[in-house]
């Protein structure tokens, strides 16, 4: 199956002089592309240098949009996605090939935490992968992680509800478990990058925390809904007790918080039905 690797960069034009000519001489046979998100560096020449071709957005479109160009424009059976500022590994690619040769239809290299760019990071994804695994029912070990190989045709089945910014692999990850496609992890050790970061702990946790949500209920709106419809339903319940044994009747107040937990509930389960109805043909 031919192989395409596709490599967003916003001035990594440094990680790239490295990494592309160890890319071609570890895989001569691949098609190597390079989608140029609006950088002010080199990057295009070091491309041509390298012989490599280079897709540009005439202005920074974000990580998420560049991974999208270039899935749309790679023409291999298999895709491998990776940073171009030399945290990853090339030799790695070759852990995550043997993944989809045993049958799984994405294989994500998942990083050692000692690994992970600060310690406040490998808390961050610790609770991301836990939130994951609870939404999913299986084990995530590295949500975020933007090392992956994937099977095109699958993948392109997602990209119109990837979002732009950094967070396109947590959505990406849901997306297949939820339709019901294999996925693996690798152990990889993420190296120091070359340049600076373009994520802003802050501005770039906060959204990520919202796509979080928005990516759960995405995947199965019940779990999101129901512990809430539920926390309604007991302080509804807590709220009568009080006042029927304070007052001696039933308050405006408890019925409120049970018609809102009620239509919470109705809510969720509306939701369900319609992401099942989503996914129904992912497989065909």
Known sequence: MKLSIVLPARNESEGLRELLPKLKDLFPDAEVLVVNDGSNDDTQEVCSHNAVVCISHPKARGNGAAIKT????????IVVFMDADNQHSPEDIFKLLD??????????????????????????????????????GAR?????????????????????ILPNGFSYPTTITMSFFRAGYG????????????????INIWRDGVRFLLIIFK????????KIFFPVSAGLAIAGVGNYIYSYFSVGRFTNMSALLLLAALMVFLVGLVSEQITALMYRDSDS
């Open 70 to 77: 270039g899935a749309r424009n790679a023409n291999g059976e």
């Open 99 to 136: 993944g989809i040769g045993e049958g799984y239809d994405m294989v994500v290299g998942a990083r050692v935490f000692s690994t992970h760019a600060g310690v406040h990071r490998g808390v961050a994804n610790m609770i991301f992968n836990w939130f994951a695994s609870w939404m999913v």
């Open 140 to 160: 995530v070990k590295d949500l975020t992680s933007g090392f992956r190989a994937v099977r095109r045709d699958k993948f392109m089945k997602f990209a119109y």
């Open 183 to 198: 996925v693996s992890y690798r152990p990889i050790m993420a190296m120091q990058r070359k340049g600076h970061s373009h």
């Open 215 to 222: 990516v759960g209920v995405l995947y199965s709106p019940l």
